[in-house]
C-alpha cells in the first residue's frame, strides 16, 4: 500500500511507492516492437484483467480501441493505466482525431467511475525525458484521499492565446513555469472534468491534437533544446485538472531543471510566455 508523508511545516506531502522501482524500461527505444510490449493488441495477457475497454471484442481479447487495465506498478492504492491505442508509436499528436475523441471519452468515464473514492488524477507522460518507461502511448489515472492537501494550481486568467474553437481556448498563461507551456480551458466556467459532455469532447480532441502538433513543430527547430536531445522526439506531459473549473496543461520538455528550481521551488521559465504563443500561432498546421 501506499504511505502519504506530511512535511510539517508546508502541509505538503510525499508518496512513499516501493513497488514503483520495479517498473520496466523501454521507452528509450521507440522503434516498434509488437511481440515483446505488453500494450500491444495481441498481448492482452500480459497485463492485468482489464477494467474497462472502448471497442468491440470480449474482456482481454483483441478488437479493442482503447484498454484500461491497472497499474502494475503504482503509486497510490488506485492506480490505473489507459493504453491509447494498438498503435506502438503514435499517440494524441498523430493518431485520428476520432480516436482522441475516445481516449479522452474513457479518460471521462473513468474519472466518473472513481469520484466518490478520492482525488481524480489523470495524466500522460510521453517520452522518456517526460518520465514514460514503456514506449507504446498510454495515459494514467491515482486516486489520492480527499484528506491529502495537493499542492495544485487553479485555472489560470486567460490571456496570450494561440487558438480557440467553439468550447475551447489554447492559451499560453502569464504563469507559465515551462517554455511554451499551454493550457486548455473550456470558454465557459465549468464543473470538474467529469462532466464534460459528448458533444464537446471532440472539440476538445482537436484542440488538444492542435496544442500537441504547435508545440512539437516549435520543438524541431528551438535552439533551446538540451545538446543531449537534438533529433529526439518531443517529450512531455499533460494533466487534466481535477478541481472544479477544470483545465488541461501542457508541459513540453525542451529543458532539464536543475538546482536552483530545486531548492527554492521556484521555476525558470526562458521563454515569455507572450512570445511563446506568438510563436505557437504562427505553426502551419498540415
Known amino acids: 500500500m501506499a504511505k502519504y508523508v506530511p512535511d510539517i511545516k508546508t502541509q505538503r506531502w510525499v508518496v512513499i511507492a516501493p513497488t514503483r522501482s520495479s517498473r520496466p524500461e523501454d521507452s528509450k527505444d521507440s522503434r516498434p516492437k509488437p511481440s515483446g510490449c505488453p ?5 492482452e495477457a500480459a497485463t492485468p484483467p482489464e477494467v474497462y475497454r472502448m471497442g468491440p471484442g470480449e474482456k482481454d481479447k483483441s478488437g479493442w480501441h482503447v ?5 502494475l506498478f503504482p503509486i497510490t492504492d488506485a492506480h490505473e493505466v489507459f493504453i491509447h491505442s494498438t498503435n506502438h508509436t503514435d499517440n494524441v499528436d498523430k493518431l485520428p482525431v476520432e480516436q482522441v475523441a475516445r481516449i479522452l471519452s474513457t479518460y471521462r468515464d473513468r474519472f466518473l467511475a ?30 489520492v484521499p480527499k484528506q491529502i492537501n495537493l499542492d495544485s494550481l487553479s485555472r489560470e486568467p486567460i490571456t496570450n492565446i494561440v487558438e480557440t474553437n467553439d468550447h475551447f481556448v489554447m492559451y499560453c498563461p502569464d504563469f507559465s513555469q ?14 470538474k472534468f467529469g462532466d464534460i459532455e459528448d458533444a464537446h469532447i471532440t472539440d476538445l480532441a482537436e484542440v488538444l491534437q492542435r496544442s500537441l502538433k504547435r508545440i512539437s513543430a516549435m520543438f524541431a527547430t528551438s535552439p533551446i533544446r538540451p545538446k543531449d536531445r537534438l533529433g529526439d522526439p ?6 487534466i485538472s481535477h478541481t ?20 527554492t521551488g521556484l521555476n525558470v521559465n526562458i521563454v515569455d510566455p507572450t512570445e511563446a504563443a506568438k510563436e505557437l500561432a504562427k505553426v502551419i498546421l498540415s
Open 244 to 263: 472544479d473549473n477544470w483545465f488541461i496543461r501542457i508541459i513540453p520538455r525542451f529543458i532539464h531543471r536543475a538546482g536552483f528550481e530545486l531548492g
Open 67 to 71: 484498454r484500461v487495465v491497472p497499474n
Open 234 to 239: 518531443l517529450a512531455y506531459n499533460y494533466y
Open 39 to 43: 500494450f500491444c493488441e495481441g498481448n
Open 178 to 191: 515551462w517554455p511554451y507551456e499551454t493550457w486548455i480551458s473550456p470558454k465557459k466556467e465549468s464543473g
Open 114 to 143: 472513481h469520484q466518490d473514492d478520492g482525488q481524480v488524477i489523470i495524466f500522460c507522460n510521453h517520452g522518456y525525458h517526460a518520465g514514460a518507461s514503456l514506449a507504446h502511448p498510454h495515459g494514467q489515472l491515482v486516486v
